[in-house]
């Protein structure tokens, strides 16, 4: 197996990944990531999915192309010029909503239906509001995170946050979960009860 061999690559990924380098986007997410979040997504036929952290629309690419029959996905993010190129790529998506939001106050204060899949990809929802987020997934819905083995653009300290992180996840009852040291390093989880 050579798992550096990817298929099935979302056909707007290059125009992102293009539109990325022009604007000097630096947060890009790992193709790795991509490919799981798709497949564990497709696991979900009309599944309600939540991404925190729209960025560009690297990781949505991936997301995009896993939703299957009447899925929806809700995507959020606070800057308004990556939400702006986000709807450029993905406004004919009518499966798709791009909020340009605090995520921190959008997920304290939403009310409606949990998710079958969350992807933390921002601080809100990763290293804060950790139990509202959580508190948001279905039974059996998965809460995928990236970006725990230590990376060169992390600041001073920041290691102190993956450890809190990992160990309140690991203790808690209601999920169980994988991490692997493979892309960035990520922790599944899924929700048990």
Same mark, same amino acid.
């Given at each position: 197996?050579?798992?550096? *061999?990817?298929?099935? &690559?979302?056909? $707007?990924? =290059?125009?992102? %990944?293009?539109?990325?380098?022009?604007?000097?986007?630096?947060?890009?997410?790992?193709?790795? &990531?991509?490919?799981?979040?798709?497949?564990?997504?497709?696991? /979900? =036929?009309?599944? @309600?999915?939540?991404?925190?952290?729209?960025?560009?629309?690297?990781?949505?690419?991936?997301?995009? !192309?896993?939703?299957?029959? !009447?899925?929806?996905? +809700?995507?959020?993010?606070?800057?308004?010029?990556?939400?702006?190129?986000?709807?450029?790529?993905?406004?004919?998506?009518? @499966?798709?909503?791009?909020?340009?939001?605090?995520?921190?106050?959008? &997920?304290?204060?939403?009310?409606?239906?949990?998710?079958?899949?969350?992807?933390?990809? #921002?601080?809100?929802? /990763?290293?804060?509001?950790? /139990?509202?987020?959580? #508190?948001?997934? /279905?039974?059996?819905?998965?809460?995928? &995170?990236?970006?725990? *083995?230590? %990376?060169?653009?992390?600041?001073?300290?920041? !290691?102190?946050?993956?450890?809190?992180?990992?160990?309140?996840? !690991?203790?808690?009852?209601?999920?169980?979960?994988?991490?692997?040291?493979?892309?960035?390093?990520? $922790?599944?989880?899924?929700? +048990?009860?």
């Amino acid at each position: 197996m050579n798992d550096a *061999t990817l298929h099935d &690559i979302p056909s $707007i990924l =290059p125009g992102i %990944q293009a539109k990325s380098a022009e604007i000097g986007f630096t947060m890009p997410s790992d193709l790795y &990531i991509g490919t799981m979040l798709k497949t564990l997504m497709s696991s /979900k =036929p009309g599944g @309600r999915f939540l991404e925190s952290g729209t960025g560009i629309g690297l990781s949505l690419a991936w997301m995009v !192309e896993g939703l299957v029959g !009447e899925a929806s996905l +809700v995507t959020i993010d606070n800057d308004p010029v990556l939400t702006g190129i986000a709807n450029e790529f993905f406004s004919h998506d009518n @499966r798709l909503s791009i909020l340009c939001a605090d995520g921190a106050d959008w &997920i304290t204060s939403y009310v409606g239906p949990s998710f079958d899949l969350v992807f933390a990809d #921002a601080w809100p929802g /990763k290293y804060s509001q950790t /139990k509202e987020i959580l #508190a948001l997934i /279905k039974p059996g819905g998965f809460y995928v &995170i990236d970006d725990m *083995t230590t %990376q060169p653009n992390w600041p001073d300290g920041h !290691e102190d946050n993956v450890t809190w992180l990992v160990d309140y996840l !690991e203790a808690r009852e209601d999920f169980v979960l994988t991490k692997m040291g493979w892309g960035t390093g990520v $922790i599944v989880a899924v929700r +048990v009860c």
